[in-house]
């Protein structure tokens, strides 16, 4: 069964590193999210992006943060300089459509901890 | 801004016995999209059940329903004749069909516990 595979599961990084979260979307899907979860908080939308660019981002998804779908078939999030309250779960979803009633598919997460 | 409430953090229920999970959104859309997600441990999230608000039937999938009440904003998550793979965390989702990039927003989720 096809899914969403994320890459890498878990990632330490220092204050101030870039870190890249990759994300193989399901092959045939059009379009791709990122969202994240604080540990004890909510799974918030980071990041919509469709027909090779970002369709709608919230206030969160500020200049240190960006997408990428560089080959066709890969799909990044890069944290240009990162601070300790990026540290979060990190999830990856893609969809065939994007029409309301769409089954949205996810991956397992990337467990980003920033010390 | 649309808002989804949890407001049971952890519920446990024993093996072949009935849950109910609670859900409450806050909209002033008409139209839209709710869902309940499963994540179970170290795993991805995975649809359960989906519900379109201008479908008054409640949604059904075997063992889970829904019970959409529109005026109330309630969409709770029935699981009839619990199973040991039914334990997670489950997320109630909603989407809005305007925007265009029908994103999801989630309430913090309920950790099911079922036991044996």
């Known amino acids: 069964e096809p899914e969403v595979t994320q890459t890498p599961s878990h990632q330490v990084t220092q204050m101030g590193q870039e870190v890249i979260l990759r994300c193989v979307p399901i092959?045939?899907?059009?379009?791709f999210y990122w969202y994240r979860q604080i540990l004890g908080q909510k799974v918030e939308f980071l990041v919509s992006f469709y027909n090779n660019e970002i369709s709608e981002k919230s206030e969160i998804f500020d200049d240190q943060f960006s997408v990428e779908r560089p080959d066709g078939s890969n799909f990044t999030l890069k944290i240009r300089s990162t601070k300790l309250e990026d540290s979060a779960m990190y999830f990856c979803?893609?969809?065939?459509?994007?029409?309301?009633?769409?089954?949205?598919?996810f991956g397992q997460g990337t467990r980003l901890t920033v010390v | 801004a649309q808002t989804v409430t949890q407001s049971q953090p952890e519920m446990s229920v024993q093996e072949a016995e009935t849950v109910t999970l609670s859900c409450t959104y806050d909209?002033?859309?008409?139209?839209?999209?709710l869902f309940w997600y499963k994540q179970p441990p170290s795993r991805q999230m995975i649809l359960v059940i989906r519900?379109?608000?201008?479908?008054?039937q409640n949604a059904t999938e075997n063992r889970f329903s829904v019970n959409f009440q529109k005026a109330a904003k309630s969409f709770s998550l029935k699981i009839s004749d619990s199973q040991l793979g039914d334990a997670a965390m489950y997320f109630c989702a909603y989407r809005s069909p305007q925007g265009g990039s029908e994103k999801l927003v989630f309430g913090k989720g309920t950790k099911l516990t079922v036991n044996p």
């Open positions: 092959s045939n899907h059009l379009y």
């Open positions: 519900q379109e608000a201008y479908k008054q």
């Open positions: 909209t002033s859309e008409s139209d839209y999209y």
């Open positions: 979803a893609s969809q065939i459509l994007g029409t309301g009633g769409t089954e949205a598919f």
